[in-house]
């Protein structure tokens, strides 16, 4: 798969992911897919969700944690057979600070589809 394939498949998952849209998501990622958190217990990873049912517990645990979560100044690039994405996200955590950081996705293919979701975030004491 080109870069170009890659990164039209990338621009429908972040549409499906931003709208929760399960079902345009399942056209997207594999089924073993991985949603590697910024933060979690699962070393050295943060916390791994995985396939579609993943996708949810993910979210409703996100959701949980953070609110008024939204993504600017995205930026995609080609770092060979994988994607990177980078971003600023905001929002507010759970006890009401609220947050404007740095991010870093990188995202494996496996064939036409997404393997990995792999999220790094700046982190602020």
């Not at 345009?24 to 050295?44: M, N, S, Y």
């Not at 517990?57 to 995609?76: I, P």
């Amino acid at each position: 798969m080109d870069a170009n394939a890659r990164r039209r498949v990338l621009d429908r998952f972040l549409k499906a992911f931003m709208a929760r849209d399960f079902a345009a998501l399942a056209d997207c990622v594999t089924a073993d897919f991985e949603w590697r958190f910024a933060i979690g217990p699962d070393a050295p990873d943060g916390k791994i969700y995985r396939g579609l049912d993943g996708l949810r517990q993910g979210f409703a645990e996100r959701d949980a944690a953070l609110s008024k979560v939204s993504y600017d100044d995205l930026r995609t690039t080609v770092a060979g057979e994988r994607l990177m994405l980078e971003y600023r996200v905001s929002g507010t955590d759970r006890v009401g600070k609220s947050f404007n950081l740095r991010g870093v996705e990188l995202f494996d293919f496996a064939g036409t589809r997404i393997a990995v979701k792999d999220v790094f975030w700046k982190q602020t004491a």
